[in-house]
């Protein structure tokens, strides 16, 4: 598919309509495909994957000047492992799930099948695009669905990568790839698709979510928030400034599971923001024009943003720790760490998505759940405690898409556990069996195995008999 975001609207639209064709008429062979027949196009997908591995590489360099490691950390190896499970694991997910069969049901089985929703929409962010183009779409072709992609107009350099990939493995009458920017977004949400999985910010999420409304088409929200991190008086300060800093570099900051602000205990703080200074001199720098290659802010208009923030904070009284040098032709903010920042600040409201960390004290434990519960439900929440009873008042006193203790993160690369938002911060999950089920119907099937059903004594005219029987039975 060639120069999609050039075409005119008619033309688009005209396009779009053919290829959605094709894939109407394909969803339904896709029912009967077998689980060795949807395997051997996830091994296709992962080969092409390795195949195009130093152009994946070369395009986030272009685009947003990506480290090799950050790169293969966050694009490709998200990918190929959750291929590899899939492979593991797809005849099992795909196997018919039988159920318990209650007193009043004797006489049946039921059993749960997994069956594909049909035509999937694919939203991919700016951020990490591959990640989030593939990992969707090994879900899609593990459930065996139809799939078009519409990666950000952001990274073109990204986004003609996955076009290229999808055109090795599949006929676009499969997966598609549509690029260009929110015109041809809107034009894609404008058909019926089945399923709708979308990556990005709450704002559009809603936009994604009133436009699936119009087809009752399913969706798969992974949005964002505010992903607070807190610090009691018994943690591990070092190992968690080491950690925080990790969180804050990779991708320049520009993750939707970053930590975005942390609460430490007073007893703690000054320790803390003397590691964070460290962490951050030491694996990023102490100057700006001494810094190894990092990954920079997307465009101009994000770095205006994030600048913005940082701007805000400190005319409200906010204090440089470590960092606040910028560079805006360069597209670069570097990490820095600020601490009193006023809770009406811009930096506590939005969220950052840029190398920028807020640090405020807290006395109370409960002070700081109340803090995080005022907020909307963020997609992650991050905890150091060496104290159990601290952290079970942490997981039970907030509400969270997903949560590491001790580190950040790394619930995120755990293909085992279901990753997503709740409310604000999304909705649905993704990620091995959870994906999987995203693109699929749990079909409910009853099989009536008896001659003789225990309806045959639930026709009318009632009798009082039966009256008597139904009013013990309800007890």
């Known amino acids: 598919m060639n120069a999609i975001n050039e075409l005119p609207p008619?033309?688009?639209?005209?396009?779009?309509?053919?290829?959605?064709?094709?894939?109407?008429?394909?969803?339904?062979?896709?029912?009967?495909?077998?689980?060795?027949?949807?395997?051997?196009?996830?091994?296709?997908?992962?080969?092409?994957?390795?195949?195009?591995?130093?152009?994946?590489l070369a395009a986030a360099h272009s685009d947003m000047r990506k480290p090799r490691v950050d790169a293969l950390l966050g694009e490709i190896m998200p990918v190929t492992q959750a291929i590899d499970l899939a492979l593991k694991q797809l005849k099992r997910w795909m196997r018919p799930q039988r159920v318990k069969t209650p007193v009043n049901m004797l006489g049946t089985r039921g059993e749960i099948r997994y069956e594909p929703k049909g035509a999937a929409l694919i939203i991919a962010p700016w951020n990490v695009p591959v990640f989030l183009s593939f990992v969707p779409l090994a879900s899609a072709?593990?459930?065996?669905?139809?799939?078009?992609?519409?990666?950000?107009?952001?990274?073109?350099?990204?986004?003609?990568?996955?076009?290229?990939?999808?055109?090795?493995?599949?006929?676009?009458?499969?997966?598609?790839?549509?690029?260009?920017?929110?015109?041809?977004?809107?034009?894609?949400?404008?058909?019926?698709?089945?399923?709708?999985?979308?990556?990005?910010?709450?704002?559009?999420?809603?936009?994604?979510?009133?436009?699936?409304?119009?087809?009752?088409?399913?969706?798969?929200?992974?949005?964002?928030?505010?992903?607070?991190?807190?610090?009691d008086e018994s943690a591990d300060v070092e190992a968690a400034a080491e950690r925080l800093v990790w969180g804050k570099l990779l991708n320049g900051g520009q993750v939707?599971?970053?930590?975005?602000?942390?609460?430490?205990?007073?007893?703690?703080?000054?320790?803390?923001?003397?590691?964070?200074?460290?962490?951050?001199?030491?694996?990023?720098g102490a100057e700006a024009g001494q810094l190894p290659e990092l990954t920079r802010i997307v465009n101009t208009r994000h770095h205006a943003r994030v600048q913005a923030l940082l701007d805000d904070a400190l005319s409200r009284g906010a204090r440089v720790v470590t960092g606040g040098q910028s560079d805006a032709d360069a597209c670069f903010i570097a990490p820095t760490v600020l601490t009193d920042v006023p809770p009406d600040a811009k930096l506590m409201q939005e969220e950052i998505f840029g190398p920028l960390l807020p640090v405020l004290g807290f006395q109370d434990l409960n002070r700081a759940l109340e803090l995080i519960n005022e907020k909307p439900k963020p997609l992650a929440l991050y905890a150091f405690s060496r104290i159990k009873a601290n952290v079970e008042r942490i997981l039970r006193g907030t509400s969270a898409g997903g949560t590491t203790i001790n580190h950040v993160m790394l619930h995120g690369l755990h293909p085992n556990l279901p990753f997503g938002g709740v409310n604000n911060s999304g909705i649905g999950k993704s990620g091995g069996f959870y994906g999987f089920q995203a693109f699929s119907n749990e079909r409910a099937v009853l099989r009536q195995t008896s001659r003789i059903s225990f309806t045959r004594w639930m026709m009318p005219p009632y009798s009082p008999r039966l009256s008597r029987l139904m009013d013990r039975f309800v007890r």
Not at 174 to 198: C, K, M, N, T, W
């Open 141 to 231: 072709v593990a459930a065996g669905c139809t799939a078009i992609i519409k990666p950000s107009e952001m990274t073109p350099a990204l986004g003609a990568v996955i076009r290229t990939i999808v055109a090795d493995v599949f006929d676009e009458a499969e997966v598609a790839v549509f690029e260009g920017g929110p015109e041809v977004a809107q034009a894609l949400l404008s058909r019926p698709f089945d399923h709708i999985f979308y990556t990005g910010n709450p704002e559009i999420g809603k936009v994604v979510m009133r436009a699936a409304a119009e087809h009752l088409a399913s969706v798969t929200l992974e949005l964002g928030g505010k992903s607070p991190v807190i610090i």
């Open 256 to 284: 939707c599971v970053a930590p975005d602000y942390v609460l430490v205990h007073e007893s703690r703080r000054e320790a803390l923001l003397g590691a964070l200074d460290r962490q951050f001199k030491a694996h990023a």
């Open 10 to 56: 008619a033309r688009l639209n005209a396009e779009i309509d053919r290829v959605f064709g094709l894939q109407q008429r394909r969803k339904l062979e896709l029912r009967d495909t077998t689980p060795e027949q949807r395997l051997e196009k996830l091994r296709r997908l992962r080969a092409a994957v390795m195949a195009h591995k130093e152009d994946i």
